[in-house]
């Protein structure tokens, strides 16, 4: 009779509720695309009762409904059903509160959510859309264990007109009575394949100079490799998002690996997107471990969520379990996404403080071996499985 069994102590957690457990910090979520499908299913109902028509929305249906199993076309289905959903303030109001308590829910402390503001011809204008997402925060801040801090995008394809009134929008809100504090950065998103991100650093200096960080969409393609060094040798750049193709193999000159490696330049890291949209093969291929061995601050992030089916929580494990990371590397990763907020320093000692206690709850408390009967005290098994579920 094989006497092997996986068996956990009574203190210590697997992998993943380790990683639930986990004070998690969320840089980078879109807010459409972090929709559950949950409340794309709600969306859908309602927008049925007020188009009066079951027919035309079934086949929006079954592709939410097969959640992990979507394709990438469907992912891309998903992101344009998402746009067409979201068309009324009180859509916008109920999808930031519903993602901001599914970020409570999951374990994360602090999340800066990015958004681009639309303007739809007598439902909403771009300020109304900022507004209904900011009230709709401090309502959420009330209640559950969050903070929440907002991001405005600049989405690339839509031209630098469009980003310009953006950027004066944001503007109106450094000194607003209610929500002051509250949109600490601009994002510079959109299809990678759309626009010149060079055409945008007049706008992004002009954001800068106006106190506001920048988190922008770098390197996500092969081809953009003039752009990327136009707006890093600007020094515009605070946080760079994916860099997936960022590396010299890549065709990259050394002196940008050089300068994100000298300014610290935090990377946010999104695994299953970049997985799922086919920018990297394979988790094992991703670039993570290549900026992790040179020690560089990375910020694991979900992207959309909702589109892509994952959470928080999900990356950690999925980051820890492909590369192999330790209990100590794990809790560095939430500390570095901690420095890497757009917080001023009096709210990030605050919430580095509130980290560390967490931490240091959890330490010593992942189980990372297996172990026979024989090596652990009745008294201290939680979980046994057979044989077989161990292979
Ligand atoms: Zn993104």
């Not at 801040?141 to 004066?168: F, N, Q």
Request: some cysteine; hydrophobic content about 35%; charged content about 25%.
């Amino acid at each position: 009779m094989c006497t092997w069994h996986r068996l956990i102590p009574k203190e210590q957690m697997d992998l993943l509720t380790y990683c639930r457990n986990l004070p998690k910090v969320e840089l980078h979520a879109h807010l459409t695309g972090s929709l559950s499908d949950d409340t794309v299913l709600q969306l859908l109902e309602a927008k049925e009762k007020e188009l009066g028509s079951k027919n035309s929305l079934c086949s929006a249906k079954i592709t939410i409904s097969k959640g992990h199993q979507r394709s990438l076309d469907e992912c891309f289905r998903v992101f344009e059903l998402l746009h067409s959903l979201t068309d009324s303030l009180e859509a916008i109001r109920k999808i930031t509160q519903n993602v901001i308590q599914e970020f409570a829910e999951d374990g994360v402390r602090y999340l800066e959510l990015r958004t681009t503001p639309k303007n739809i011809l007598g439902k909403m204008t771009k300020k109304e859309y900022v507004d209904t997402v900011l009230e709709a925060m401090i309502n959420e801040m009330k209640t559950c264990r969050i903070m929440v801090r907002l991001l405005v995008s600049v989405d690339r394809g839509r031209g630098v007109e469009d980003a310009w009134s953006t950027l004066s929008l944001a503007k109106q809100y450094l000194d607003h009575d209610v929500f002051k504090g509250l949109l600490v950065g601009i994002d510079v998103s959109g299809n990678p394949n759309k626009g010149n991100l060079a055409d945008y650093i007049p706008i992004l200096k002009e954001a800068k100079k106006c106190g506001f960080k920048l988190a922008v969409h770098l390197a996500e393609v092969k081809s953009c490799v003039e752009e990327t060094d136009a707006v890093l040798q600007n020094g515009l750049v605070d946080r760079i998002g994916h860099g997936t193709y960022l590396l010299d193999n890549n065709g990259y000159g050394i002196n940008n690996q050089d300068m994100i490696l000298k300014h610290h330049i935090p990377i946010e890291i999104c695994l299953s997107s970049n997985v799922k949209t086919e920018s990297v093969s394979s988790f094992e291929d991703h670039h993570f471990p290549v900026w992790h061995a040179l020690k560089h601050p990375l910020a694991v992030s979900t992207d959309d969520k909702g589109v892509f089916s994952t959470t928080l929580s999900n990356e950690y494990y999925i980051c820890a379990k492909t590369f192999n990371l330790s209990e100590k590397d794990i809790h560095e990763l939430c500390l570095h996404a901690v420095e890497a907020t757009f917080l001023p320093s009096s709210d990030k000692d605050i919430l580095r403080q509130m980290v560390k206690d967490d931490l240091s709850k959890l330490m010593g408390k992942l189980f990372l071996g297996r172990m026979t009967t024989n090596t652990l005290k009745p008294s201290t098994v939680l979980e046994i499985c057979t044989p077989k579920e161990l292979s």
